[in-house]
T-cell receptor, first 112, second 112 residues
Framework: GGIITQTPKFLIGQEGQKLTLKCQQNFNHDTMYWYRQDSGKGLRLIYY???????QKGDLSEGYDASREKKSSFSLTVTSAQKNEMAVFLC???????????FGPGTRLTVL | GQQVQQSPASLVLQEGENAELQCNFSTSLNSMQWFYQRPEGSLVSLFYNPSGTKQSGRLTSTTVIKERRSSLHISSSQITDSGTYLC??????????????FGHGTILRVHP
C-alpha cells in the first residue's frame, strides 16, 4: 500500500498572487497527475508527468505551471490567481499509463 | 458534447434498498474507473475495470467496452454509502497518456 499527501489542505491567496501546491506519493509510481474540480463539475486534467523528468499539458494548463522535482513529488503553481479559480485541486498517481489512478485528499483553493 | 454521461444525477434511497448507477461514454475507451468521493472531497478508487464484471463486498461493477457503458450496483445500501460516485474513462486515442475524462457524478443520499 501507499499514500498520497497534498499540502496545504486549504490555501487562501490574493488575486494575482503566485501560489504553489505540493503532492508527494510513496507508491513508487512513475506517473503523476494534477486535476481541478469545480463545484458540480467533473475533474479536469491540468498537467501530468508520465515519468520523472517528463511534463505534459492537460486540457486546462493555461495559467498553471508544474514541476516533477523527483519521482515521488509533483508540484503545481498557479501563476496568477484569479477569483474564478476557486476549486479543489486533486493530485493522483499510477504505476504507469493505462493503470489504476489513486488520488490524494485534495487542496481547496480560495482566492480573495 | 459531454464525453462521459452519468445517470442519475442524484439518488435518494432508504437504507437497505439497492442502487444502480450508469455511465455512458461517447467515444471508444481503453478502460474506465469508478470512484467514491467522500463529503470532505477525497477520492477513493472503487474499481479499475477495463472490461467485464468485478465485485467487492456490496459493490459490483460491470463494463461493456464495445457498448461504451459501465454500471455500478450497490446492494443493501447503508447510510455510510452517501456521497458522490464518479466514473472516468481512459479514451482510446492511440496516444500514450493515461488521461482520465470524468463524468459529473451521481450524488447518493441514503436515509434511515
Amino acid at each position: 500500500g501507499g499514500i498520497i499527501t497534498q499540502t496545504p489542505k486549504f490555501l487562501i491567496g490574493q488575486e494575482g498572487q503566485k501560489l504553489t501546491l505540493k503532492c508527494q506519493q510513496n507508491f513508487n509510481h512513475d506517473t503523476m497527475y494534477w486535476y481541478r474540480q469545480d463545484s458540480g463539475k467533473g475533474l479536469r486534467l491540468i498537467y501530468y508527468s508520465i515519468t520523472e523528468n517528463d511534463l505534459q499539458k492537460g486540457d486546462l494548463s493555461e495559467g498553471y505551471d508544474a514541476s516533477r522535482e523527483k519521482k515521488s513529488s509533483f508540484s503545481l503553481t498557479v501563476t496568477s490567481a484569479q477569483k474564478n479559480e476557486m476549486a479543489v485541486f486533486l493530485c493522483a498517481s499510477s504505476i504507469g499509463v493505462y493503470a489504476e489512478q489513486f488520488f490524494g485528499p485534495g487542496t481547496r483553493l480560495t482566492v480573495l | 458534447g459531454q464525453q462521459v454521461q452519468q445517470s442519475p444525477a442524484s439518488l435518494v434511497l432508504q437504507e437497505g434498498e439497492n442502487a444502480e448507477l450508469q455511465c455512458n461514454f461517447s467515444t471508444s475507451l481503453n478502460s474506465m474507473q469508478w470512484f467514491y468521493q467522500r463529503p470532505e472531497g477525497s477520492l477513493v478508487s472503487l474499481f479499475y475495470n477495463p472490461s467485464g464484471t468485478k465485485q467487492s463486498g456490496r459493490l459490483t461493477s460491470t463494463t461493456v467496452i464495445k457498448e461504451r457503458r459501465s454500471s455500478l450496483h450497490i446492494s443493501s445500501s447503508q447510510i455510510t454509502d452517501s456521497g458522490t460516485y464518479l466514473c472516468a474513462m481512459e479514451r482510446n486515442t492511440g496516444a500514450n497518456t493515461g488521461k482520465l475524462t470524468f463524468g459529473h457524478g451521481t450524488i447518493l443520499r441514503v436515509h434511515p
